[in-house]
């Protein structure tokens, strides 16, 4: 498995993000998400449903006043490689280009993704959107044997999965 350099934390430094948290505990969360990443990245685990998911993605994407599409790289065994946000937008969307997700694919060497975006509005439900980039990548992807397992969008509550939902 490849050394992958740290991710760097959305939680500090973002002057966009909606959050109310003190200092010390923005401080916190930081820390929280660089354990979560040594752990998920380093010893490959795996995110094997769409709740551990939907926690692992809620720490990352929960509160930001921007749209950000992510996606998860995961191994043949469904390991982790490597989460990516790849797009960032606007408060109502985000531009998504699958050439780009593709070359993301193969520079990682990724047999299936996870994707995901957050809501800044709050609301998780899906919009045609939403549906349409995911058949969109699911196409592209398949070109080069690459299955979506799952599209979650993150909002308040609990974010909604496109695979419990039965769309994809």
């Known amino acids: 498995m490849q050394k992958r350099p740290p991710m760097a934390s959305p939680w500090l430094n973002d002057p966009l993000r909606r959050s109310a948290l003190p200092e010390h505990e923005a401080q916190l969360v930081a820390e929280a ?5 040594a752990r998920y990245q380093v010893a490959g685990e795996c995110l094997n449903s769409p709740e551990l998911t939907r926690e692992y993605l809620k720490l990352r994407l929960y509160g ?3 749209e950000v599409f992510a996606v998860i ?3 043949s065994r469904n390991q982790v490689i490597q989460y990516r946000e790849l797009f960032r937008g606007t408060i109502n969307g985000a531009s998504v280009h ?3 997700v593709v070359r993301e694919c193969l520079h990682w060497n990724a047999s299936s993704v996870i994707l995901a975006h957050n809501h800044p509005s709050g609301v998780a439900e899906p919009s045609q959107a939403d549906l349409c980039i995911t058949k969109r990548l699911q196409e592209a992807l398949g070109l080069i044997d690459v299955q979506v397992l799952d599209h979650l969008v993150i909002g308040d509550g609990a974010g909604v999965s496109f695979a419990e939902r039965g769309l994809l």
């Not at 998400?33 to 990443?37: D, G, N």
């Open 33 to 37: 998400i660089r354990c979560l990443e």
């Open 64 to 66: 930001l006043a921007y």
């Open 73 to 75: 790289y995961l191994n």
């Open 98 to 100: 699958p050439r780009e």
